[in-house]
């Protein structure tokens, strides 16, 4: 489990996070800064005069360390992902980043080698003759291929159970499921960088659950940032009202939970208690812990 430290200005949001992180409360000014301190840290953004100015400067730590922005790729995942504009395989799409990680290898085989003295020999054919040169003053040459160039002579198109399909047929989960899906496999097979993912998504289905579950690479974290209720793996859940709390941390939870509750008397009863409010749709039956949840 990693360490993460936000620093929103006067605030520090700290929380501990292996694949998953669910952040969870009512105070959702500070549930979009960390959104927009991650996305400042990844886009290399520095802090404005006016931010510095008013003491809102923002950073992150990592295990109380400054990011390694190059051993991490950082990705919002939302609903209004552009997938028409990535289905161009533009250099910075999600698509063109996994075609490159699974073509990486791809100029060391014989195929490779083979298709690129025919594009040569078809440079030849272009080239030869009087008429190119002495008349038109022309030489043609092809670019040298390599796995950029060849992703440029694809084409990408959706398809669901075999059928060709349109970005206006994807639903909800699969528009979400097709991101975590594709950051899923870069993540395979680029096991030397660590994905990052911000899920900000208005309300979790089970399908998209049963797809976090699933993601157990070891290099990829999802922070989700959701209004529906959060399963019930305390150590997932950080709690963002007005204090935070993370309850994989079992000294804060037992300090700020089981002291301040008439009827736990201990971290075992404490967390069962919080299961049983994390699943049942009358918060109302948990008073106490309610009051202090929140």
């Known amino acids: 489990m990693d360490k993460f430290t936000f620093i929103i200005g006067v605030k520090t949001v700290e ?6 992180k669910y952040l969870f ?14 996305s400042q840290t990844f886009s290399k953004t520095k802090d404005s005069e006016y931010a510095m100015d008013r003491g809102l400067s923002r950073r992150i730590l990592i295990n ?3 990011v390694p922005l190059k051993r991490y790729f950082f990705h919002k995942v939302t609903p209004h992902f552009d997938l028409s504009d990535d289905l161009k395989l533009k250099s910075n799409s999600l698509i063109n980043r996994y075609l490159s990680h699974k073509l990486k290898n791809i100029e060391y085989t014989e195929e ?4 690129s003295l025919l594009f040569r020999d078809f440079a030849d054919q272009i080239d ?8 038109l003053n022309l030489e043609i040459e092809m670019i040298e291929l390599n796995v ?9 198109n959706l398809v669901i159970e075999e059928e060709p399909v349109n970005v206006y047929d994807l639903c909800y989960e699969n528009l979400i499921n097709f991101q975590l899906n594709i950051i899923r ?8 960088t660590t994905y990052l993912v911000y899920l900000d998504i208005p309300f979790m289905t089970e399908a998209i659950r049963s797809n976090l579950v699933g993601s157990q690479a070891d290099n990829l974290k999802v922070i989700v940032d959701t209004d529906t209720k959060p399963p019930n793996a305390l150590e997932e859940i950080l709690f963002i009202n007005e204090k935070t709390l993370d309850l994989a941390n079992e000294e804060e939870l037992y300090n700020h939970v089981t002291l301040n509750m008439p009827s736990a008397t201990n971290i075992e009863e404490t967390k069962a208690l919080i299961r ?7 918060t109302e039956n948990y008073p106490e812990l309610r009051q202090i949840l929140q």
């Open 25 to 38: 409360g009512n105070d959702k000014k500070t549930r979009f800064a960390i959104q927009q301190t991650l």
């Open 64 to 66: 109380d360390e400054a």
């Open 128 to 135: 030869s003759g009087e008429d190119m040169k002495e008349r």
């Open 148 to 156: 950029k160039n060849l992703i440029k002579l694809m084409q990408a």
């Open 276 to 282: 049983q409010y994390l699943t049942d749709e009358k």
């Open 185 to 192: 496999s870069m993540a395979e097979i680029d096991y030397e």
């Open 15 to 20: 929380f501990g996070i292996g694949s998953r």
């Open 112 to 115: 490779f080698n083979t298709l």
